[in-house]
Antibody, heavy 119, light 107 residues
């Protein structure tokens, strides 16, 4: 049974950084790409990017280039997403989700991590 | 970037109704399209992938069709558990993009 467990809620001040983790269990960690999707309050879903844990290859949405970094640690089956220079517009629930390495859709999702940016 | 446009944004319907949601891509995405269902406070749930393949465990009342730039999600007979927001998403090319969502509400 695939399971993705994310780190807990965060409250950050504008200008700070946040790093969210996503620990995978129940399958081979390196068999999937790890994606990050966010959802601002009352809004739709927005894809931030993905990482291939086999080679640390990444693709980021242009909107987040230079501000986001996705990493992974295969020894503990965990993916990370760091977002820097936070503003109030970054207040959202951040989800990790997986897709098969060979290509395919987002088939498993974490429970989400609420990041609140406030003074 | 490929833009995904869903219609309608909101849909009012009754239990037992047949419901259809449309998703249009700004350029051809083949059949690399997924549909998700989301309820308040919950992560999106995969329903359909590759435009028409039902995710394991999803009731057969859901179906998807289309290819290229136009796609549809159909719920044959609405059940109480189906009132939710639905999103389409293309995975033909990066950056992956979502439609804006369609809220199916009780009439």
């Amino acid at each position: 049974q695939v399971q993705l467990v994310q780190s807990g809620a965060e409250v950050k001040k504008p200008g700070a950084s946040v790093k969210v983790s996503c620990k995978a269990s129940g399958y081979t960690f390196t068999g999937d790409n790890y994606h990050w999707v966010r959802q601002a309050p009352g809004q739709g879903l927005e894809w931030l990017g993905r990482i291939n844990p086999n080679n640390d290859g990444t693709n980021y949405a242009q909107k987040f280039q230079g501000r986001v970094t996705m990493t992974s640690d295969t020894s503990i089956s965990t993916a990370y997403m760091e977002l820097r220079r936070l503003t109030s517009d970054d207040t959202a629930v951040y989800y990790c989700a997986t897709s098969p390495i060979w290509g395919g859709h987002l088939d498993s999702w974490g429970q989400g991590t609420l990041v609140t940016v406030s003074t | 970037d490929i833009q995904m446009t869903q219609s309608p944004s909101t849909l009012s319907a009754s239990v037992g109704d047949r419901v259809t949601i449309t998703c249009r891509a700004s350029q051809s995405i083949g059949n690399w399209l997924a549909w998700f269902q989301q309820k308040p406070g919950k992560a999106p749930k995969p329903l359909i992938y590759k435009a028409s393949i039902l995710q394991s465990g999803v009731p057969s009342g859901f179906s998807g069709s289309g290819s290229g730039t136009e796609f549809t999600l159909t719920i044959s007979r609405l059940r109480p558990d189906d009132f939710a927001t639905y999103y389409c998403q293309q995975y033909n090319s990066y950056p992956w993009t979502f439609g804006q969502g369609t809220k199916v509400e009780i009439k």
